[in-house]
């Protein structure tokens, strides 16, 4: 019974894991610029990929997994910030941005970039 | 940037830090290779005595031939602030990606964005790093530079109507640093959050 009910959650979750990545691909084909890219790329992305592990968790239910899949959602929580931070931060060094579309620029702002 | 900066006497303690001593880096030495080993025995998908002496001879090489700064962690964790921060970054997860993913296949719009920078009030290092990945991961918000010295983030913002929405951003940002001193900052850092509601944390 509860192994039928972990099955279907399980199922559900792969499924909404699913969609989230692709509406995080459909983002970053449709945003304008590199920076709006970088946010399909980690919110819905990041959700996607837990959702994933949690599906594929609740079908396999064996501890060696179970270990694995923990460590695969950790990573993927410390290191997609950390990769979107740096693509961010290239775009913008790189001029690589649509000032139309920005209402506020703080960081042209703090003066000739010197210190990282 | 005039007048005196809001006091942060021990982040600046903190960077210094000669005065914690050895004893202090060999706790912190050795909670980088307790995780370490449990990372390798994780791997490896079982424990086992083999796993652990091979998880303490990777882990004591990585930790060896791969010497990072030491991250000092001066406060305490508090279990219950710790919960708290949890469960609202997951809410706040995935309302960020219900958002984004909406924007994202809604035809025909263009959204908009802007940059601004958030000064946080507890400038250690752990802090800004903690703070920086939450909120790159929470509605609207992404990382796109950080200034160590004067603590600040600066953020891209997804999805702007107006100035009146940038301020609200700024607020859940440093909401966000709250979360993450109250869980696991010391009780210095903890006061100076608290105590500093005025503060909005925009630039001069």
Not at chain 1, 9 to 21: H, I, K, M, P, R
Not at chain 2, 105 to 121: E, K, N, T, W
Request: aromatic share 4%; with cysteine.
């Amino acid at each position: 019974m509860i192994a039928t009910i972990a099955d279907w959650v399980g199922a559900a979750c792969l499924v909404a894991g699913a969609l989230l990545g692709l509406a995080a691909a459909i983002g970053v084909l449709r945003f304008p610029d590199p920076l709006s890219r970088m946010h399909a790329a980690t919110k819905p992305q990041v959700l996607g990929v837990l959702l994933l592990l949690l599906g594929i968790a609740l079908r396999l239910r064996s501890r060696t997994d179970l270990g694995m899949i923990l460590l695969v959602a950790v990573f993927q929580l410390a290191t997609a910030p950390v990769a979107a931070q740096m693509i961010g931060r290239a775009a913008y060094r790189s001029g690589r941005l649509d000032r139309d579309l920005l209402d506020a620029d703080e960081l042209a702002d703090r003066g000739p970039a010197g210190s990282t | 940037m005039t007048g005196p900066r809001p006091a942060a006497p021990d982040g600046d303690a903190e960077r210094a830090a000669p005065r914690r001593g050895r004893l202090g880096r060999w706790r912190d030495q050795a909670l980088a290779l307790g995780w370490l080993v449990v990372v390798w025995n994780l791997l490896w998908g079982e424990v086992s005595w083999a796993n652990l002496a091979g998880g303490l001879l990777v882990g004591g090489g990585v930790l060896l031939f791969f010497p990072l700064p030491a991250v000092t962690f001066a406060g305490r964790l508090r279990v219950r602030a710790l919960v708290v921060f949890a469960v609202r970054f997951g809410v706040e997860l995935v309302s960020a990606s219900l958002h984004v993913a909406r924007i994202a296949v809604q035809p025909g719009y263009r959204p908009r964005g802007a940059i601004i920078g958030v000064r946080l009030r507890v400038r250690t290092d752990l802090n800004l790093a903690l703070t920086a990945e939450a909120v790159s991961l929470v509605p609207g918000t992404l990382i796109l530079e950080v200034d160590r010295d004067s603590g600040t983030l600066y953020l891209h913002v997804l999805d702007t109507h107006g100035s009146a929405q940038l301020s609200i951003v700024r607020e859940r940002t440093l909401a966000v640093e709250r979360r993450v001193v109250r869980a696991v900052g010391s009780d210095a850092e903890l006061r100076l959050v608290e105590t500093d509601p005025v503060e909005k944390g925009t630039l001069p």
